[in-house]
Structures are given as structure tokens and as C-alpha cells.
């Protein structure tokens, strides 16, 4: 086993692992077409905002048959194939598509799951992200969002729509999770920024913002991300 040094490590060997959850319109899939050379996991069928750039993708949207192994197979072929970064849109879509395979796998189509099915949901959806962060690609996990209620505090936050405890966990998987967010002023264009800092609200996280940068988003560029990452010290 080789023994390695950080001080040989440079920007350019680290890998961008980041998941951005946020409501429809706010620049999740155009933040993904923004990655270099990206593979696209097209679940929610929500391309038409990058149309027109060099954008590879499977289509991978309900209603055509689409099964679990339909969607490592798609993995798979962005591991392989000449692309240096792959992104699934999204993953609330995916997660369906993942309780549906454990309900038919355990001969429950069409009912609620029971614990174990809620068990295998969850294995199976961190084997998938474990598969995706070692495909050695920069990766972008993209989800909308939910409320969620703490019914004995009667406290809300939104987190990323999945079912499941899995929406509390996904965060602890990447380096960078981010909550989209669009501000809108009349007369002005509209200006769309990652929230990479906690609030009472959402859930955030980011080693590129230093503890003396007072702002708390970042733009929504892999460039832009890169380029904080190369004045980290």
C-alpha cells in the first residue's frame, strides 16, 4: 500500500464531491452543466434549461420502464466513459425509483414499506452515493426540497425531498452541500447563489468559505468553486 504525502497534493488531484438541494427554478442543473465535461443522470427530465451546451445524458425519467438496474447501469457508463464529472438530477427522483425496486424485490408493490423495507431503501441509496463518489469523477447530487417538522418542537427546516431518515444523513456523504437560492430584484437580474453556511432553516456546509469570510454563499460555478479550493491553504 503506498504511503502518500499532502504536501505533494495540489488543486488539481482533488475531486469536487458536492450535493445542492433547493425549490424549482433556482439553478441546481444549470450549477451541474457548469462542471467540466458532465454526464447527466436525467431523472427528473429537467434539461431544457442547459439546452443547446455540450451536455451528455441518459434519460432516465419515469414512465419508460426505467428500473434499479437501469440507473447503476447509467453509473457505470459515466465512470467509464470520457467524462470528468457526473451529475444526478435528482436525486428525489431517484429515491422513488428506489423504494419502488425494494417494494417489488420484497413482493410489496402497491403497499406502505414496512421497517425492512425502509432498511434496504436506506442500503440502497447509500450503496448508490458510496458507487458515485468512487467513480473518481467530480460528482454533483442535485434534490429538491421538503419541509420537515419536529412535532414536539413545532420547529421547521427544509430538507432535501427524499423519504425516509436518509434526508437528515445525505450531508455527512460529500465535502460541499449547498442549499440553491435565487434572489430576485425588480429591474434587476436575478441573482442565484449557494448557501454554504447553516441557518435555523436549511442545512448547509463548505471547507472552501474560511471562518473569517463573513458572507455565506457562494457561486454557483465549478470554476468559480475551484478556484476558491486553489487559494485554500
Known amino acids: 500500500m503506498e504511503i502518500k504525502n499532502a504536501k505533494n497534493l495540489t488543486a488539481a488531484d482533488v475531486k469536487l464531491s458536492a450535493a445542492v438541494y433547493g425549490k424549482s427554478g433556482t439553478g441546481k442543473t444549470t450549477f451541474g452543466a457548469s462542471f467540466p465535461k458532465p454526464f447527466f443522470l436525467d431523472i427528473d427530465g429537467g434539461l431544457l434549461s442547459v439546452r443547446g451546451q455540450d451536455v451528455s445524458y441518459i434519460d432516465l425519467t419515469p414512465g419508460k420502464g426505467v428500473t434499479w438496474p437501469n440507473i447503476l447501469d ?30 417489488q424485490l420484497n413482493r410489496r408493490a402497491g403497499q406502505k414499506p414496512n421497517f425492512d423495507d425502509w432498511a434496504a431503501y436506506a442500503n440502497k441509496t447509500k450503496d448508490f452515493i458510496v458507487r458515485l463518489l468512487a467513480t473518481g469523477k467530480n460528482v454533483l447530487l442535485i434534490c429538491h426540497e421538503a419541509p420537515d417538522k419536529d412535532e414536539l418542537t413545532g420547529h421547521v427546516w427544509m430538507l432535501p425531498a427524499i423519504q425516509g431518515q436518509m434526508k437528515s444523513r445525505i450531508a455527512n456523504y460529500f465535502d460541499e452541500f449547498y442549499h440553491a437560492e435565487v434572489e430576485q430584484t425588480p429591474g434587476k437580474p436575478s441573482n442565484y447563489r449557494l448557501l454554504a453556511r447553516p441557518s435555523s432553516i436549511y442545512t448547509a456546509k463548505s471547507r472552501l468559505l474560511s471562518r473569517d469570510t463573513e458572507s455565506s454563499y457562494l457561486v454557483p460555478s465549478f470554476q468559480s468553486l475551484i478556484n476558491l479550493q486553489r487559494n485554500i491553504k
Not at 88 to 93: A, I, K, N, P
Request: a negative charge; one cysteine or more.
Open 74 to 103: 447509467a453509473l457505470a457508463e459515466g465512470k467509464k466513459g470520457d467524462y470528468e464529472s457526473i451529475i444526478v438530477d435528482s436525486l428525489t427522483g431517484l429515491a422513488d425509483l428506489c423504494m419502488e425496486s425494494v417494494l
